[in-house]
């Protein structure tokens, strides 16, 4: 027993400690030679973007990107999250090593010349690159790859944003909208202190903003204003979100003629913005900073509230324009801007003194809802501006969550976490999309068992002992569905009554197609659907395993 369990902790730490130290310093080298580059370019083109050049210097950079990305990348460009998370939700990490290169190139080529995107994008990127393939080399395969996959995506943000718990909190939260991924927090804790030091050492530790506030203490005024801060960034996230989503309709996403004139276009209206709203170019550090100083010598409080929110969209036009017309990078930086900017607009338009706590709960609010990252917002303005502003930017970041709901910047972001049975069905549904979709009535089957609200507890446990589902219908007696029985609530209350204990949810159709069902298993969580037809009649039931069965079936027939 001793052996086995001496075994059992070498091989923890070895997989959870040695390997994670030995990529997290990897990643610290890969990270700072990254940001130099980034530096170099934007050093050469800035002085560019203070004259009518712009309108030449933007629109070749966006080529320039684009085709780094596309011809030899052999990838499409836009946010770089995305990327990170369809592999990690579909790939276990895995990706082309072209890719890996001159996706990192291509945003820095895109932020170098003044397109509007964050360094934390790429940083993701190339973190879960260098973890996936050095975890491979060091015989870590599978789900284990997976999260270290993960955890070195968060130990990149982490180090480039001098915020290394905002790396790994960051990691955890954005697979998902409403779930955590916990597994990836031990393996995060040593990759993301190891790539943070080497990272310091190389590029110094100067704060990526400058605070000056000495405050200690948020004041009444501060804790009730985050509350309405929040409501009011909670809509303005939602426009953010509509827009970018808008402009993903016109991004390119190969190399063609189509896409070379929607890049061109993209450069020119960005170059038009910048010309007039210079701040909304690059990264944006400099204007975060004169946010949080605001009533500094260079702070943005000389400002009216109309410059200022007027500053606000025009950085979210220019975002969205360059990450979908052809320039690559990341959206959590640029919603630190747009939150920091806009809260100084608001206690201007409301006629309050200035705050700094207020603009750092601010910019954690955006990142919260449009990030869906709640703990890495808070974290970051904690780490990067001031602690004091923790609660009012629990309190503003909780309530912009909440006000937009599922909605959010990323589309491959998931409600929750998915099963592993779920995972396999993630995964086939993704690689059959391409096929035609099947009808629920190919693939569900006949309802055998059924329960009526009036029914014994009972008969319920007896039914569930023979249909050996977790989930049962409840119908009315003329045969409708009105709700499903959960068997972990009957165990839980076996003495309730099966009216008291439906769950009232909304069934499939039988005219719905296959990936509905899919998602809709995803999403929930839950392993069994019910069918009915246009008049609400209960007609079959569906589980994941049918699903399972009906895509390998096409798959099979694909490689046949």
Request: glycine residues 8%.
């Given at each position: 027993m001793r052996i086995n369990t001496s075994i059992e902790i070498r091989t923890l730490i070895h997989k959870w400690i040695l390997i994670p130290v030995i990529i997290g310093a990897a990643i610290g080298l890969a990270e700072a030679a990254f940001v130099e580059l980034y530096d170099l370019i934007w050093d050469e083109s800035y002085p560019y973007l203070l004259t009518p050049a712009i309108f030449v210097v933007i629109p070749l950079g966006l080529l320039t990107a684009y085709s780094i990305i596309t011809i030899l990348g052999k990838s499409s460009p836009g946010s770089t999250t995305h990327e990170v998370l369809r592999r990690f939700h579909y790939e276990d990490g895995r990706g082309d090593a072209r890719n890996s290169i001159t996706s990192p190139i291509s945003s820095a080529v895109t932020m170098g010349v003044g397109g509007s995107a964050g360094l934390e994008?790429?940083?993701?990127?190339?973190?879960?690159?260098?973890?996936?393939?050095?975890?491979?080399?060091?015989?870590?395969?599978?789900?284990?790859?997976?999260?270290?996959?993960?955890?070195?995506?968060?130990?990149?943000?982490?180090?480039?944003?001098?915020?290394?718990?905002?790396?790994?909190?960051?990691?955890?939260?954005?697979?998902?909208?409403?779930?955590?991924?916990?597994?990836?927090?031990?393996?995060?804790?040593?990759?993301?202190?190891?790539?943070?030091?080497?990272?310091?050492?190389?590029?110094?530790?100067?704060?990526?903003?400058?605070?000056?506030?000495?405050?200690?203490?948020?004041?009444?005024?501060?804790?009730?204003?985050?509350?309405?801060?929040?409501?009011?960034?909670?809509?303005?996230?939602?426009?953010?979100?509509?827009?970018?989503?808008?402009?993903?309709k016109f991004a390119p996403s190969s190399f063609s003629t189509k896409g070379l004139l929607t890049v061109i276009c993209a450069g020119v209206l960005v170059a038009f913005i910048g010309y007039f709203e210079p701040m909304t170019l690059g990264v944006g550090y400099p204007t975060i900073s004169a946010s949080i100083n605001a009533t500094s010598l260079n702070g943005i409080w000389k400002y009216g509230a109309i410059f200022i929110l007027v500053l606000v969209f025009a950085k979210i036009i220019t975002t969205s324009t360059t990450l979908n017309g052809g320039g690559s990078g990341g959206?959590?930086?640029?919603?630190i801007f747009i939150g920091a900017v806009a809260s100084v607009g608001f206690m201007k338009a409301l006629g309050l003194p200035f705050s700094a706590i207020l603009v750092a709960a601010g910019a954690a609010a955006m990142v919260a809802a449009t990030n869906k990252t709640i703990l890495a917002a808070v974290a970051f303005v904690a780490e990067t501006m001031t602690p004091a502003a923790i609660i009012p930017a629990l309190l503003a970041a909780a309530t912009a969550y909440i006000l937009t709901g599922n909605k959010g910047l990323y589309d491959n972001q998931l409600d929750f976490s998915p099963a592993r049975t779920h995972l396999a069905l993630l995964r086939?549904?993704?690689?059959?999309?391409?096929?035609?979709?099947?009808?629920?009535?190919?693939?569900?089957?006949?309802?055998?068992?059924?329960?009526?609200?009036?029914?014994?507890?009972?008969?319920?446990?007896?039914?569930?002992?023979?249909?050996?589902?977790?989930?049962?219908?409840?119908?009315?007696?003329?045969?409708?569905?009105?709700?499903?029985?959960?068997?972990?609530?009957?165990?839980?209350?076996?003495?309730?009554?099966i009216n008291d204990l439906?769950?009232?949810?909304?069934?499939?159709?039988?005219?719905?197609?296959?990936?509905?069902?899919?998602?809709?298993?995803?999403?929930?969580?839950?392993?069994?659907?019910?069918?009915?037809?246009?008049?609400?009649?209960?007609?079959?039931?569906?589980?994941?395993?049918?699903?399972?069965?009906s895509y390998s079936k096409k798959i099979t027939q694909n490689l046949s």
């Open positions: 994008g790429p940083s993701l990127s190339i973190g879960g690159s260098i973890s996936y393939r050095l975890s491979n080399l060091l015989g870590v395969k599978g789900n284990d790859a997976r999260i270290l996959f993960l955890a070195g995506a968060g130990a990149a943000l982490g180090a480039v944003l001098k915020a290394p718990l905002t790396g790994i909190l960051f990691a955890i939260e954005v697979p998902y909208r409403q779930d955590l991924e916990h597994h990836v927090f031990l393996p995060a804790i040593p990759m993301a202190v190891i790539s943070y030091l080497i990272y310091i050492a190389i590029l110094g530790q100067t704060p990526i903003f400058q605070f000056t506030s000495s405050t200690l203490f948020p004041t009444d005024l501060e804790l009730i204003f985050s509350v309405v801060e929040g409501l009011f960034l909670g809509g303005l996230a939602l426009a953010f979100v509509y827009v970018y989503k808008y402009a993903q959206l959590f930086i640029p919603s086939l549904s993704h690689k059959s999309e391409e096929g035609p979709n099947t009808l629920i009535t190919d693939v569900m089957r006949p309802a055998r068992f059924r329960l009526l609200p009036d029914d014994h507890p009972a008969k319920a446990f007896s039914l569930f002992s023979l249909a050996g589902d977790t989930a049962l219908p409840i119908v009315s007696k003329d045969g409708k569905y009105l709700g499903r029985l959960e068997l972990e609530n009957l165990v839980a209350s076996p003495l309730s009554s439906m769950i009232i949810d909304k069934p499939l159709k039988t005219n719905d197609e296959e990936i509905k069902a899919a998602n809709r298993i995803i999403q929930s969580g839950k392993g069994i659907l019910f069918v009915v037809d246009n008049d609400g009649m209960l007609k079959g039931v569906l589980r994941t395993s049918d699903l399972i069965k």
